[in-house]
């Protein structure tokens, strides 16, 4: 385990990628991340996933009731494996190096330096952190939190704590006296809990697994299960082998929605591949809306016509009658908008558009997934709802092998929210809170993350603690955020591994290691169990078992119970120590607050439980006025923005090699890039226009029309197969040019899938 150093970037290289996902090619993945790390934990990779293992730090897909042998993938495997590392990033790394020279390291190489050990303290004098001891930092943390406004604190949170940090995190929050609870979700997945919502009364989607054994259509939009959710591949590949057609709209050819080897299987032997999607259509970044309207035109004039011929129904009329509102405004809306603009918008042929309406059309029963491609968009809300008309027109919510299929991100952000890590005070059972704990909720509406960063560039934000995360690589517009974060009086990072949120920091700043859930959680009443919810509501326990990679770390709950005692009046309903020690009595607590979905909560947990989603009943009693609702669309495009010559869509992505701004390393292999991140992805129609060749470096601005300058500067340009207009480049890299006023209207995620940005081309030196 070699010291710490600054990694030397690499060239870009682009060599076609022409395997399959899963396979060979996924062991090699993991094995590349475990040579880096030196470590390969195959016991620890066995237990991952499984009823008496620990849930994936990964993503959220489901967990399969009878779980495969090795219930992990490429990435989640990664993700456990850089948890396992025997680096650290230990008191003598930071004597080493002052905080101003790591800012000069890059995401991946803050990471690799290893898992923090011990509780820090930032010293501004000596530009450095110092150790400190765990009841200093939270006597200093309140000591300035209860001389603070709570209103100008803010209780940001990644979705990977579990229910029961998460629980206590939100209550700490609202007996704080705020409701400033920002979640990574609000940069992912909030357009689907707003717009879901509004259609069918529930914040989450209405599928299980069991509906993907049971469908015989599914519509893909917008998500890249090949590396952001792999296991959902053997969902998909066991559907495709049943030939249910999979219909899938994406700019970007994915290999994971191509062809995927199983490496469960004997295929891993015989290199056989099963297709994944049956039809795959490049749609234009942004083009979902006329897509979507498209598909929904068609279905509606051919039942139009169906029924003049005395022909069967196309659409599901009874469900439409009996269950929604909405319907004959939407169906007047499409009837009258033209395939001209629809093909225009969409980018797409009618013909591609008719052929994939006629398969959905023959379907019985079928599931729309989608992900970032459909969320981060300035008409994202609309998007999600769009695909729930979809589905709705078919009568296709609430019904087996049917329903909507958001692809959760952070492995318990669905859960956060449901424990009450919400902004929203309509979200949380304040009266019952009040009533069980004898405390005044704070009632007003809290900060949500544009709405936080807004308040640090204002100066109305004076104190940040960050659950998890790297909040300041996350955002947009991250140089104006950071330019104005200093001047908080407050920063705490709870964390597992070093990363750039941690070198900002406010007057007084602490940065606090917790144990990963991969290991061992002892308390006073013995080893704890957590649980998280995944992206289809069901609730896993996850039992860590490795050694702590420090005596000095701490558990979440416990560090969240350290900040609560040292900072609140005591308050003898909540006794903190008491959930600290035992986290079942948190459980106990979780089921008072929320019986409608945690009852016998500790008694189920084992097992595993579904917490039930009342629109999956067809109850749609949550939507003002009862029904499921259309939505009539404002905009056939998501963009928000016009399209003007010169004027380019960049959607900011996620390699094959990166869980958000934790970088593994510098290969996308399933698009076949390696070596860089500083690229961008352009096709070579778009190339020849600009006069550029492959290899040419260029550089990004923002074309928003708020005057703000924004530039990303050194991107090697390219080839690929992308639609005209329309850019590629990664994220976290990119987003310097993410306006903060560019997001999703009702929802506010920031718009990454759709930036407005111009293609900067310095001319070449003579001497080339
Ligand atoms: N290994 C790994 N796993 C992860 C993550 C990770 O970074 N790495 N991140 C986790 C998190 S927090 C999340 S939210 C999820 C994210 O998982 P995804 O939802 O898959 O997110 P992205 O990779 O950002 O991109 C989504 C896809 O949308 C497509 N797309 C872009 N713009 C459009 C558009 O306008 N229309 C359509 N139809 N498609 C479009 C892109 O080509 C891409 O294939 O994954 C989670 N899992
Ligand atoms: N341009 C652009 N921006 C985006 C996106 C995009 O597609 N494009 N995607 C958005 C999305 S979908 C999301 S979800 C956000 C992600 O935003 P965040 O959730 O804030 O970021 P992560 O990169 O997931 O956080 C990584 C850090 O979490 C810490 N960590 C890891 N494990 C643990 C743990 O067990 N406990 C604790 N306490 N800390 C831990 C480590 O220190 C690590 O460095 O980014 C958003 N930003
Ligand atoms: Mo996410």
Redo the contacts with the bound molecule.
């Keep these: 385990m070699g010291r710490s150093e600054k990694s030397t970037p690499r060239p870009a290289r682009k060599r076609p990628y022409r395997g399959p996902v899963g396979g060979w090619g996924s062991l090699e993945g993991i094995s590349k991340v475990a040579l880096a790390e030196g470590v390969l934990p195959v016991g620890e990779l066995l237990r991952q996933n499984k009823p008496d293992g620990f849930a994936c730090?990964s993503c959220a897909w489901a967990k399969p009731a009878k779980p495969h042998t090795a219930e992990f993938c490429e990435n989640g495997a990664k993700a456990t494996l850089w948890?396992l590392t025997p680096r650290r990033c230990t008191p003598a790394f930071f004597a080493e190096h002052t905080v101003t020279e790591l800012l000069d390291w890059s995401d991946y190489d803050l990471?690799h330096a290893g898992r923090l050990t011990d509780p820090l303290r930032y010293d501004a004098q000596l530009d450095r952190y110092v150790p400190c001891s765990w009841e200093e930092a939270f006597t200093a943390i309140g000591e300035v939190l209860k001389q603070l406004d709570p209103k100008s604190v803010v209780f940001?949170a990644?979705?990977?704590?579990s229910l029961e940090t998460s629980y206590m995190y939100a209550l700490l929050a609202r007996m704080y006296g705020n409701q400033n609870l920002p979640d990574?979700?609000n940069?992912?997945?909030e357009s689907s809990s707003v717009g879901l919502k509004q259609s069918l009364g529930v914040p989450v989607g209405t599928v299980t697994l069991d509906d993907f054994g049971q469908t015989d259509c599914i519509l893909f939009f917008g998500q890249n299960p090949g590396s952001n959710s792999p296991r959902m591949l053997h969902d998909l590949q066991a559907a495709a082998k049943r030939d249910v057609p999979i219909v899938t709209f994406n700019p970007l050819r994915e290999r994971g929605l191509e062809r995927f080897v199983s490496p469960q299987s004997v295929q891993m032997v015989t290199g056989a591949a099963t297709r994944i999607s049956s039809e795959y259509y490049q749609v234009k970044t942004g083009g979902d809306p006329a897509v979507l309207v498209g598909l929904c035109k068609w279905l509606i004039e051919a039942d139009d016509d169906a029924r003049a011929s005395g022909d069967p129904a196309i659409l599901d009329h009874a469900f439409i009658a009996e269950h929604t509102s909405g319907f004959e405004a939407f169906a007047s809306y499409c009837r009258a908008t033209t395939w001209d603009e629809i093909e225009r918008h969409a980018g797409l042929p009618k013909a591609d558009i008719t052929h994939a309406a006629a398969t959905y059309a023959q379907s019985t029963a079928a599931i729309g997934v989608y992900g970032?491609g459909l969320t981060?968009h300035r008409l994202g809300v609309q998007n999600v709802r769009l695909i729930t008309n979809l589905l709705m027109l078919k009568g296709n919510i609430g019904r087996p092998g049917a329903g909507v299929c958001p692809v959760r991100?952070?492995s318990n952000?669905q859960g956060q929210r449901t424990v009450g890590v919400t902004e929203k005070p309509e979200l949380a059972p304040l009266d019952l809170l009040k009533q069980l704990y004898d405390f005044e909720p704070p009632r007003e509406k809290g900060l949500n993350t544009v709405e936080t960063c807004e308040g640090v560039m204002a100066g109305t934000v004076t104190a940040f603690i960050g659950?998890?995360?790297?909040?300041l690589?996350?955002?947009?517009d991250i140089p104006r955020v950071e330019a104005a974060w200093r001047d908080q009086a407050l920063t705490v990072q709870?964390?597992?591994?070093?990363?750039r949120s941690h070198l900002i920091n406010g007057k007084t700043a602490y940065l606090l290691p917790?144990l990963?859930?991969i290991e061992r959680d002892e308390q006073a009443s013995g080893p704890q169990t957590v649980s998280v919810e995944d992206a289809t509501s069901y609730i896993h326990a996850s039992f860590g078992d490795r050694k702590p990679a420090s005596d000095n770390l701490r558990s979440?709950p416990a560090i969240v119970a350290g900040i609560a005692q040292a900072t609140l009046p005591p308050n003898p309903r909540v006794d903190w120590a008491a959930w600290t020690a035992d986290y079942a009595k948190v459980r106990d607590a979780i089921e008072a607050t929320y019986p409608q979905w945690f009852e016998g909560y500790n008694a189920r947990v084992a097992g595993g439980f579904y917490r039930g989603n009342k629109a999956r009943e067809r109850d749609f009693s949550d939507v003002a006025g009862g029904k499921a609702s259309f939505v009539t669309p404002t905009a056939l495009s998501a963009t928000g923005f016009a399209e003007t010559p010169g004027i380019y869509r960049l959607m900011?992505?996620?390699s094959n090699d990166q869980?958000?701004?934790?970088v593994y390393g510098y290969d996308d292999r399933l698009r076949g890039l390696s070596g860089s991140r500083e690229i961008l992805l352009i096709n070579e129609a778009e190339m020849a226009r600009l006069g550029l060749v492959a290899g040419d470096v260029v550089a990004l601005e923002s074309a928003a029309t708020d005057n703000v300058p924004r530039r990303k500067d050194g991107l090697t340009v390219t080839p690929f197969n992308l639609p005209d207009g329309c850019l590629g480049a990664y994220?976290?890299e990119?987003?310097v040019l993410?306006p903060m006023s560019h997001y999703a209207e009702d929802s506010m995620t920031?718009a990454?899938?759709s930036l407005p940005v111009r293609i900067v081309v310095e001319p070449r030196r003579a001497a080339e």
């Design positions: 730090t948890d990471e940001y990644s979705g990977r704590a990574s979700s940069m992912c997945h970032m981060q991100g952070h952000v659950l998890g995360g790297n909040f690589r996350a955002i947009p709870i964390a597992t591994k070093l990363n917790c990963s859930r979440e900011t992505l996620r869980f958000n701004t934790t994220y976290p990119c987003n993410a920031p990454v899938k």
